[in-house]
């Protein structure tokens, strides 16, 4: 894609009286590569090349889309594009654009198309025998190795041009161990924006290891006991908690809207002083990570609440410009075929000053989280629900017997504001976050926090 096609394409989509104009161009690579039940079981490749034009007048917006493969393709796709546009406006011209340069987060030294299949199937055998040999309960284990290569071109009208290569690495590991009639599963991933020399042999098997593990202790474990307690969530739970309870609420949409719990409150106090909340694009190597966001803006290291109070939300252009804050490079599609919306990148909370160790101790009675899954949040009340993977009793300051079957239940700025311990670690979770129909690539990440009181769902007493 070249700077003169994405001038050409601009001008043709400005020419039925557009005021703005933009070109969002997408070439994909993908390979993925499941091995199950000791056999590769699927292996596809996939290549997809297209681009998205969108044109705005007034209030309303014209999105064309569809695949391209030469400089005339693209044109006829600009004068879809301009078609949407009732006649008779005033028109406006394209300003030249410019090539500009934004300098990348990652650092990719083994492209990963250059590596021969064979090699990565071995890791995949590799990941495969080490789970197997952990237990003789494990049934089933199942590795998946995902590569994705993504290069993209932003041009508007304004004059923006500019490109980002996007190399992101997945290998997940899924087991499943059998005692009697009880059944439970183990998972543990190598997710981010390095090359291949991310997956290294020791840490696909470490990465085995753990997700086996995690099957066996939770087969054998009690299930866990329905109440309200304290809860510590390890650092080693990643960020679920923060993505799913507050990231969501910040997404500058749905607060201009009013469908989030904190619509409204720049500036006021949502958080225990404890409590710095930050989303960062460009956070090295993490699977949210990129040069620029969906629209060519530089991603940024962003602070959402800062000490307890609310300071800003994640934008992108639109809703920057309609809640008059700066922005933030959150501006993310899945691909061409969709206009891009406001989303996280790697959201945290930032690092406090307590011994993770000494959080433990410090609880009498309560829950040890290492491990968080899946959630749900409805972002008007902030109201949660969290799978928990992996976690434990706390007796008197230390860790007792494993627990399964356990859920977080409750409302993300009330947990937030009730926290009273944030330990000085950082762990990292990864993850495809799902929003309005389109999937993005994120990370989450915390340090060890207390909960003085959270309702845990489990089995009742």
Known sequence: MSARDAEHALRTALSRGG?????????HQTLQIVFDDGRVEDAISGLDQGAGIRVTSGERTTYANGNVADADDLIALAGRAAR????????????????????????VAIDPRDVPVGRKVTLLRRADAVARGLDPRIQQVTATYAESIQDVVVANSDGLFRTDRRVRLNL?????????????????????????????????????????RRAVLNVGAEAAPAGTYTVVL??????????????????????????????????EKVASDLITVIDDGTDPDKRGTAAIDDEGTPTHRTVLIEKGVLRSYLSDRKH???????????????????????????????PGTSDPA?????????????KMGGGQVDVVSGNFAFEITECYRIRDGKLAEPLRGATLVGQGPKLMSEIDMVGSDLGYSTGTCGKDGQGAPVADAQPTIRIPSVVVGGKLK
């Open 172 to 212: 997940a590991i899924h087991v499943v161990a059998r005692a009697g009639e009880v059944l439970e599963s183990g998972f543990e991933s190598l997710r981010g924006t390095n090359g291949f020399e991310m997956l290294t042999d020791e840490a696909v098997a470490e990465a085995a290891r753990m997700a086996a």
């Open 358 to 370: 000494e959080i433990v101790r410090s609880v009498k009675d309560g829950i040890f989280v290492k």
């Open 234 to 267: 390890s650092s080693e739970a990643g960020g679920t908690l923060i993505h799913e309870s507050v990231g969501h609420g910040l997404e500058a949409d749905l607060n201009l809207k009013g469908l989030s719990v904190y619509s409204g409150r720049i500036g």
């Open 320 to 350: 920057a410009e309609k809640l008059g804050i700066a922005r933030s490079g959150n501006a993310r599609r899945e691909s061409f075929r969709f206009l891009p919306i406001c989303r996280m990148t790697n959201t945290m909370i930032a």
């Open 19 to 27: 005021e703005w104009a933009e070109l969002f161009w997408e070439r």
């Open 84 to 107: 949407g546009v009732e006649e008779g406006g005033e028109l406006h011209d394209a300003t030249s654009v410019v090539p500009d340069e934004v300098a990348g987060h990652s650092t």
